[in-house]
């Protein structure tokens, strides 16, 4: 069994160096892996403050490169998720009925072939000098490697759904220790991830990456228009689905997107026809209100993915005859399907890495080559999700006196470990929304206790205090909890690990006036189980908090308002300081602004008086 590694470790040109690289799309990223270990991996984003970054990670890259101390010559493989000989025939076809598109994919195709080039240019080498070996993996296989590769499990199932790459929607293969099988595929332009791009784009949400707002949504509403919904996406076999490609226009156009300069954040065209809003009504505005009708039809959506999703599941358990499932691809994120498959399906552990989506692509591309390619044996298991950039004490430090200039109201403590974590117990039970800013950065898209921003899950108006003062979004949203993986099944109807923040479960119903911060309006919470072993620092915090308030769990969101979650301490402390957050918590310094001191919060006796 293939054990986990939390911890960066410099190298040299005699090991195995392998570089992945997701370049040229959304979610640009890159990933090191040393002597089959993952040493580092970043999105573009993290680094360039442009979310959903595309074009070449040059500075993520860099990271990776700084990170297991080498240079860009002394790699042996650089890895790409992406194969211009995959699904040919297909791809033929399609160039010839839509020429722009296969125009625009041309164009890609082109940059991914002289990636050595624009690698050589970027980093000011001689291309002559780059002697690794450039390894092509269709973007699925990418995908079914990043979840599986990185898992606990021997053998699995392994199951990619997303919107396109390669030409292919989604793909499902069988992990037999380091090599999987590929069992079968589903090809463009059936694609469960467009299916739900398209509809969140009807119900009025139109920026890049939007489709959890709508899974979000749709707790909210009834699955009204579900028979409807049977005709635009259905399964039509064991393990495969259409669309009702009447109801959307990437089929006869091509799924337009806006993503080659690396300076701005990727803009999808529109996927949906004119014959859906004929069937539906009209689509939403982004500005108008949301009714009752788009509640319901974000139900209904939700609802037929799930029953697509839940005959793949089935059928794939049959077929492979495992208990154990990986998940990847963008449909991966999907936590309240996540959460149904141990109902629906004879699954008993699923496996889902933090980067799910196509960030992920670095990863699974240098595993791929690592296991697939190169016949090396496992070695790692990803059990945590710190593998960005991390912060010296004496970083900190100098940030912190930069940024707390003459006149600041902001009171500054240096404490040790064990008193840090008990002052934050107390300024969060306190009601005080708190900073957390701890370790490497997070690989993914969730905040996972090393750039968070916490508070008390027992107060029910912490929701509208988050979205108010802290993160500006629509107040249908939910908010996540963190909770100690001994006590998940105290509170919630499954203890399976949730340690992403990739299931959502049922809260027991006794508890959920507990915690009713972190309860979804359907009972639900999308949480994270914390562990000991993974996370200790944040493993600690909770302990603490449950010691103190009875309740050994928090409230959980990004540390970001409205940008990529913050990733050095300057962008933390700009972050602190623009809103009405209380506390931050950095390594081991704690920052209060003394407006929140004298502001007549409740005090820590006074919430011990109350829960007691």
């Known amino acids: 069994m293939p054990t986990g590694a939390s911890e960066s470790s410099k190298t040299n040109a005699a090991h195995m160096i392998i570089l992945g690289i997701n370049a040229y799309h959304a979610n640009a990223s890159a990933a090191i892996v040393v002597d089959g270990r993952l040493i580092a991996a970043v999105e573009e984003e993290r680094l360039n403050r442009v979310k959903y970054a595309a074009g070449l990670p040059v500075r993520a890259i860099q990271y990776c490169l700084d990170e297991a101390g080498a240079r860009l010559q002394d790699i042996d493989h650089i890895a790409i998720p992406r194969d211009p000989r995959a699904r040919l025939g297909t791809k033929l076809r399609y160039a010839m009925r839509m020429p722009r598109f296969a125009l625009d994919r041309i164009r890609v195709m082109r940059r991914f072939a002289g990636i050595d080039e624009d690698l050589a240019a970027a980093f000011e080498l001689d291309s002559k000098k780059i002697r690794a070996q450039v390894h092509r993996i269709e973007h699925h296989a990418a995908h079914l490697a990043s979840a599986y590769f990185v898992s606990p499990f021997d053998h699995a199932a392994v199951l990619s759904a997303d919107g396109l790459g390669d030409f292919g929607s989604s793909m499902w293969a069988l992990g037999e220790g380091s090599q999987m099988r590929v069992l079968g595929d589903v090809r463009f332009p059936h694609s469960l991830g467009i299916y739900y791009a398209a509809l969140t784009q009807y119900i009025g949400f139109w920026k890049f990456g939007d489709e959890y707002k709508v899974m979000g949504l749709a707790a909210y509403g009834q699955p009204e228009f579900l028979d409807e919904f049977h005709r635009i996406v259905y399964a039509d076999g064991p393990l495969s689905f259409r669309l009702g490609l009447q109801y959307f226009v ?41 009714e009752q009708r788009h509640k319901n039809i974000a139900a209904s959506m939700q609802a037929a993915l799930e029953e697509v999703l839940a005959k793949h599941w089935n059928a794939l358990a049959e077929k492979t005859q495992q208990k154990a499932l990986c998940l990847a691809g963008g449909v991966a994120f999907n936590c309240v399907a996540n959460g149904k498959i141990f109902e629906c399906s004879p699954f008993e552990r699923v496996y889902v890495q933090p980067a799910a989506g196509d960030a992920g692509l670095s990863v699974g591309a240098a595993f791929a080559v690592n296991h697939q390619v190169l016949g090396r044996p496992r070695e790692f298991v990803m059990e945590q999700s ?21 006149g600041d109201e902001i009171q500054i403590s240096e404490l040790a470990e064990d008193a840090l974590v008990q002052e934050t117990a107390r300024h969060i039970a306190a009601g005080k929304v708190t900073g957390w800013f701890q370790g490497r950065v997070e690989w993914g898209p969730r905040a996972l206790g090393q750039r968070s921003i916490l508070a008390d899950p027992q107060r029910a108006e912490m929701k509208e205090v988050l979205n108010r003062r802290i993160k500006h979004r629509e107040l249908f949203r939910p908010f996540a909890p963190s909770i100690l993986e001994e006590a998940a099944g105290e509170y919630f109807e499954r203890a399976h690990p949730s340690p992403f923040m990739t299931f959502a479960y049922r809260v027991r119903p006794e508890k959920r006036d507990l915690i009713p911060a972190a309860t979804h309006v359907d009972g639900t919470a999308r949480l994270q189980t914390v562990s000991r072993r993974a996370t200790p620092l944040y493993w600690k915090l909770l302990r603490v908090f449950g010691d103190l308030t009875g309740v050994p769990a928090v409230v959980n969101t990004s540390f970001n308002d409205n940008e990529p979650i913050v990733c050095r301490p300057e962008e933390a402390l ?6 009405q957050m ?14 929140a001191l004298a502001s007549g919060m409740e005090t820590f006796e006074g919430v011990v008086k109350r829960t007691n």
């Not at 806006?258 to 505005?285: C, H, I, M, N």
């Not at 209380?582 to 407006?595: A, H, P, T, Y």
């Open 250 to 290: 990437h089929q006869n156009q091509g799924p337009e997107m806006t993503w080659r300069e690396s300076g701005r954040t990727p803009v999808l065209g529109r996927l949906f026809s004119d014959y859906l809003e004929q069937r539906l009504g009209p689509a939403r505005k982004a500005e108008e209100p949301i």
């Open 386 to 406: 710190g593998w960005g950039p991390g912060f010296s004490s004496e970083q900190l430090r100098g940030a912190i006196e930069r940024f707390n200039g003459p």
């Open 574 to 579: 700009d972050c602190f300081r623009r809103t």
């Open 582 to 595: 209380d506390v931050l918590v950095m390594g081991n310094f704690i920052l209060e602004k003394k407006l």
